[in-house]
């Protein structure tokens, strides 16, 4: 979800950037590469190129790259981005948070964040606060996926949740009579952020509906925006989510992967809901 933050911020600006997806198992984050870019090999980092000066030709030829594969490809494309002719005319930023700032700093034509330094100071609150969401919801999805139903202590899993539920309800709070965060019609960065966290939550299958109406509305709210369209990760596009999070009978038919939360039944449409178990009597012969 981190690097999610920045592509938006990036649509937001309308800057011109090209993105390189790379994958956790690939060994690139590890690669001697890309530690010169974060010693911490963790994504999103962030490389901006400045202009070069003109380049001299000693009359040698660039001997010409051949991938073997797409771990080799990017590792090379990062490579190049760390030349002893180039590293020194690029700006490298890492951390999520850092690069937001950046950006907002270096590129303030078409601002993110709000001017009055009363609200700033909010939105910088809510944006770093934004974070406890997926710090939290993190926490329990792992749990619940280490460990099968059977396994789980039940003591553990209700206090996990309790935080979980807890930190919603807070946000809940934060909307209470706003649209967004900070600003009645306009989202900050710290909505992005935000919205980030909660939509990973949503894709584990966390309810919102009927549960805290505001995330609700203000996760649909964001989702119809342009920057969040084009930047929606792709994998999400073709894949199902899980259910990991989502403990009511309304959607899934039953067949949730927690404690159902629903008081009556049915709720869902008759088509959704299980049909009852049908009793049969034998005639006495």
């Known amino acids: 979800m981190l690097p999610w933050r920045i592509l938006i911020a990036l649509e937001e600006k309308k800057l011109p950037y090209r993105s390189v997806c790379v994958s956790f198992s690939s060994g690139v984050l590890k690669s001697a590469f ?5 010693p911490r090999m963790r994504i999103p980092v962030l490389v901006e190129p400045v202009e070069l000066p003109p380049r001299s030709d000693n009359g040698k030829k660039e001997e010409p790259l051949d991938p073997k594969s797409k771990v080799a490809e990017a590792a090379m494309g990062i490579s190049r981005l760390m030349t002893q002719t180039t ?4 700006t490298i930023v890492y951390e999520s948070g850092a690069i937001l700032e950046y950006l907002e ?8 964040m709000p001017e009055s330094p009363a ?4 939105a910088q609150s809510r944006l770093h606060e934004a974070n406890e969401i997926l710090s939290v919801v993190g926490d329990l999805v792992v749990y619940l996926r280490r460990f099968p139903q059977e396994k789980r202590n039940p003591a553990i899993v209700n206090a996990k949740w309790a935080s ?3 930190e919603l309800s807070l946000w809940e709070s934060y909307l209470d009579g706003h649209q967004f965060l900070v600003d009645p019609e306009v989202p900050y960065l710290c909505d992005f952020t935000l919205f980030t966290n ?11 509906d ?3 109406p505001r995330l609700a509305m203000f996760y649909v709210r964001l989702c119809a925006r342009a920057s969040i369209e084009t930047t929606w990760p792709p994998h999400w596009r073709t894949t199902f989510g899980s259910k ?4 009511t009978c309304c959607y899934c038919g039953g067949r949730a992967d927690q404690p159902c939360v629903c008081k009556q039944r049915p709720l869902a449409p008759p088509n959704m809901v299980p049909p009852p178990p049908v009793r049969t009597t034998q005639q006495p012969s």
Do not use: D, I
Not at 87 to 90: A, C, D, N, T
Not at 105 to 112: D, F
Not at 119 to 122: D, I, T
């Open 34 to 38: 890309f530690r010169a870019l974060n």
């Open 87 to 90: 590293s020194q005319y690029r």
């Open 105 to 112: 700093k270096k590129y303030p034509e078409a601002p993110c």
């Open 119 to 122: 609200l700033y100071a909010v």
């Open 164 to 166: 979980v539920e807890n």
């Open 198 to 208: 909660v939509a990973y939550a949503v894709r584990c299958g966390l309810q919102l």
């Open 210 to 212: 009927g549960l805290y």
């Open 244 to 247: 990991v999070l989502t403990k």
